[in-house]
């Protein structure tokens, strides 16, 4: 061990959380919070790897479940196409590998969901392997520790600090220094204002010498974010049922239900929704009125803004024109059991009958 090395796994053993799987890292468990602390906060994420783990103890019992069903217990994660990877991943498991996840790094990045960082995440914390893991923790620590202003979202930054991270692995002892790294990113060299002063590797960090910490890492600007208005048609039957829609095209929230929708470039008014040609399509020639209309809910996404109004609407008998099987008819007692986005969500909460 280096100095550096030494100073990480002692800060790590006094200074590291306590969480379920750091106390039984099986390759199971370490690739399913892996999975889930992708985009979410450690505190968020726990109880979703809680309730998941008893509800499928193994990787086979998550393999036999619905994709419906991860779905499900996934909603409020977001980035759902993590959901539908890691129902793919373990089928592909028992499927292929016996229900054992291959203790080899090659085999681990073909399989669904896994790319470089999770596979040195299991091949390093499950199997003891001597693979870095570079996430967003470890591209500041290393960022600041070299006082390195390449982006790290750039190809010449992808590659420079997984060039570092392999350098400064301890490799006796590859699953303590990965976790060990990020733990100290996470708590010690966060993102705004760390603590500086008191941190023990302060003396080896270039940045603070420079005073560039507040400057690291540096990140290529994102593109500009994209608004689009969904107007969302709330259509009651006379005994309380809701149509819901299931999202099957390539987009965001594929396989979650929200309500039929007729999606513009701008705010539309009632009259402009009941003239467009999805909803002529949906209610033809039956007999409806308009109800309340919400105010708009604001729900951001990583590249988009998403402006939602929905539109109550009440018909006085049930839609015969409905052909496609993705419009299911749901009451308020069934609402619960099918995925939904965080926004649909929140409307439904704030407007139960």
Request: hydrophobic share 35%; aromatic share 10%; with cysteine.
């Amino acid at each position: 061990m280096n100095e550096i090395q030494e100073t990480l796994a002692r800060w790590y053993e006094a200074r590291k959380r306590e969480l379920p799987w750091r106390s039984e890292p099986t390759p199971y468990h370490v690739w399913l919070s892996e999975i889930i602390l992708q985009q979410t906060r450690v505190n968020q994420g726990l109880e979703y790897f809680i309730r998941m783990v008893e509800k499928w103890p193994t990787l086979e019992d998550l393999s036999k479940a619905s994709e419906e069903e991860v779905l499900k217990m996934w909603q409020g994660l977001g980035y759902y196409s993590r959901a539908r990877n890691l129902h793919q991943c373990a089928r592909q498991v028992v499927e292929n590998h016996g229900g054992a996840f291959p203790k080899d790094y090659e085999l681990l990045r073909k399989l669904k969901g896994i790319g470089d960082y999770t596979a040195a995440a299991i091949a390093s914390i499950a199997f003891n392997l001597p693979y870095a893991v570079v996430d967003g923790n470890v591209y500041r620590v290393l960022s600041r520790l070299y006082d390195i202003d390449t982006p790290i979202n750039s190809r010449e930054g992808n590659k420079l600090f997984a060039q570092l991270a392999q350098d400064l692995l301890d490799k006796n002892h590859p699953g303590l220094h990965n976790q060990a790294v990020m733990e100290f990113g996470a708590l010690q060299c966060i993102p705004q204002n760390p603590d500086c002063i008191q941190c023990p590797l302060q003396s080896h960090c270039l940045a603070f010498a420079h005073h560039t910490v507040e400057n690291r890492p540096q990140k290529i600007k994102k593109l500009q974010v994209k608004t689009r208005y969904f107007n969302y048609l709330v259509i009651r039957t006379p005994d309380n049922g809701l149509y819901l829609r299931k999202r099957e095209s390539n987009d965001i929230w594929k396989n979650l239900y929200d309500f039929p929708c007729v999606e513009s470039m701008k705010p539309l008014s009632p009259e402009e929704i009941i003239s467009s040609e999805y909803f002529k399509d949906l209610i033809h020639n039956q007999k409806f009125v308009i109800g309340r209309i919400s105010t708009p809910y604001v729900h951001k996404l990583t590249h988009q803004t998403i402006i939602a109004t929905f539109v109550e609407i009440k018909i006085s008998c049930f839609l015969l024109t409905i052909k496609t099987k993705n419009i299911p008819l749901a009451f308020e007692n069934e609402l619960g059991t099918y995925p939904v986005p965080k926004l649909i969500d929140n409307y439904l909460t704030n407007n139960k009958h």
